[in-house]
């Protein structure tokens, strides 16, 4: 039955007809005209949206257009709620951070798998105040390379091009800089070398995230490099959505679960704003196939991560929209379920 059985649903696939098959979760835009539909179909009704869906990549500081849009959602109208799954990327080894100072280099080491069907990818976000050398040293190779800010580089190997490096200042959403990688399948597999060197430095603060991939595939930040804080979804940082994070509803003392990812947000916020019960939950089953293709006879299934623990805080809302008799604003929402949450 859920939290709150009496409550309509709305389902919309992102995954549309000129989407790669591989890309099931979509894109910002069909993330968006899916939001745009939703609150069209509600016609004023108090509506409340539960997104499990998101990458790593991205600033992380709430400013970039989809983060900015679904607080605009949010904030617009009373009786519209986001609520978001924090992401399952703690233990990850996706997100490094550190401090250039001047004249000195800060050293990241990234490994990439073999036999990868699609470019790896690293962003390096830092202040707009701060100017550094972007450095990237191919493992058992000579031949560093170094991208002054402003400037982008292509790398190939034999004919075929290995990477793709993308120095960007002023990034149109938040002033900061971008560092920008893709490591291509042609690239050599193992230990790249990350340098930033600063040239000009007035904080020096970076933080760096690779974007996510399947398991198999997966590039990582090297173990004594990783920082596990800010290991927030790409969707996590608006100013309005409730970022929701998962414990374990059958340890007597509420754990967090060791998956779950932590903030703050890029510039210092507290996210996410609360968690639910997100480990061993059994819910409708979404596919009539397992992993390795064979047809699931099962309607339900038991799954951990952040996005099971979001739709009980979606299903929270509704009940609470439902209790008072009328539309509340996404902001009264949110300040409740922080202030009646257990410590």
Same mark, same amino acid.
């Given at each position: 039955?859920?939290?709150?059985?009496?409550?309509?649903?709305?389902?919309?696939?992102?995954?549309?007809?000129?989407? +790669?098959?591989? $890309?099931?979760?979509?894109?910002?835009?069909?993330?968006?005209?899916?939001?745009?539909?939703?609150?069209?179909?509600? /016609?004023?009704?108090? =509506?409340?949206?539960?997104?499990?869906?998101?990458?790593?990549?991205?600033?992380?500081?709430? *400013?970039?257009?989809?983060?900015?849009? =679904?607080?605009?959602?949010?904030?617009?109208?009373?009786?519209?709620?986001?609520?978001?799954?924090?992401?399952? &990327?703690?233990?990850?080894?996706?997100? /490094?951070?550190?401090?250039?100072?001047? $004249?000195?280099?800060?050293?990241?080491?990234?490994?990439? !798998?073999?036999?990868?069907?699609?470019?790896?990818?690293?962003?390096?976000?830092?202040?707009? @105040?701060?100017?550094?050398?972007?450095?990237?040293? !191919?493992?058992?190779?000579?031949?560093?390379?170094?991208?002054?800010? %402003?400037?982008?580089?292509?790398?190939?190997?034999?004919?075929?091009?290995?990477?793709?490096? &993308?120095?960007?200042? $002023?990034?149109?959403?938040?002033?900061?800089?971008?560092?920008?990688?893709?490591? &291509?399948?042609? +690239?050599?597999?193992?230990?790249?070398?990350?340098?930033?060197?600063?040239?000009?430095?007035? $904080?020096? %603060?970076?933080?760096?995230?690779?974007?996510?991939?399947?398991?198999?595939?997966?590039?990582?930040?090297?173990?004594?490099?990783?920082?596990?804080?800010?290991?927030?979804?790409?969707?996590?940082?608006?100013?309005? *959505?409730?970022?929701?994070?998962?414990?374990? @509803?059958?340890?007597?003392?509420?754990?967090?679960?060791?998956?779950?990812?932590?903030? !703050?947000?890029?510039?210092?916020?507290?996210?996410?704003?609360?968690?639910?019960?997100?480990?061993?939950?059994? /819910? +409708?089953?979404?596919?009539?196939?397992?992993?390795?293709?064979?047809?699931?006879?099962?309607?339900?299934?038991?799954?951990?991560? *952040?996005?099971?623990?979001?739709?009980?805080?979606?299903?929270?809302?509704?009940?609470?929209?439902?209790?008072?008799?009328?539309?509340?604003? +996404?902001?009264?929402?949110?300040?409740?379920?922080?202030?009646?949450?257990?410590?």
């Amino acid at each position: 039955p859920g939290v709150a059985p009496g409550a309509d649903l709305i389902f919309v696939h992102l995954c549309g007809d000129d989407t +790669a098959p591989e $890309d099931t979760l979509g894109d910002s835009v069909r993330l968006l005209e899916a939001v745009d539909y939703v609150v069209n179909r509600a /016609a004023g009704r108090p =509506l409340v949206i539960n997104l499990s869906v998101g990458r790593t990549g991205d600033s992380k500081d709430g *400013t970039s257009p989809v983060e900015r849009a =679904l607080d605009h959602v949010s904030e617009s109208a009373p009786g519209r709620v986001v609520c978001i799954s924090t992401g399952n &990327y703690f233990r990850s080894r996706l997100h /490094a951070s550190g401090r250039v100072d001047q $004249d000195r280099k800060t050293v990241l080491r990234w490994r990439v !798998p073999a036999h990868r069907p699609r470019p790896a990818e690293l962003e390096i976000w830092y202040g707009h @105040a701060d100017e550094f050398i972007f450095e990237l040293e !191919p493992p058992g190779e000579s031949g560093k390379v170094s991208v002054p800010l %402003g400037a982008t580089k292509v790398l190939r190997r034999r004919g075929e091009i290995t990477a793709s490096i &993308y120095h960007r200042r $002023d990034d149109p959403n938040n002033g900061d800089h971008l560092i920008n990688v893709f490591l &291509y399948p042609a +690239a050599v597999t193992g230990q790249w070398r990350i340098g930033l060197r600063g040239v000009v430095v007035s $904080d020096g %603060g970076f933080h760096a995230w690779i974007e996510r991939e399947s398991p198999q595939h997966q590039s990582r930040v090297h173990r004594d490099d990783v920082d596990p804080s800010v290991s927030l979804g790409t969707l996590v940082a608006g100013r309005r *959505t409730i970022s929701c994070a998962a414990y374990d @509803a059958r340890d007597k003392r509420n754990r967090i679960a060791p998956f779950s990812s932590s903030g !703050p947000t890029r510039d210092g916020r507290e996210v996410p704003v609360l968690a639910a019960p997100g480990v061993a939950i059994r /819910a +409708a089953c979404s596919t009539y196939f397992d992993a390795l293709g064979f047809r699931i006879t099962d309607k339900t299934v038991s799954k951990s991560g *952040t996005s099971m623990a979001a739709p009980h805080v979606a299903g929270t809302a509704a009940l609470m929209m439902a209790a008072a008799q009328r539309p509340l604003y +996404a902001a009264q929402i949110r300040e409740i379920l922080i202030d009646t949450a257990k410590e």
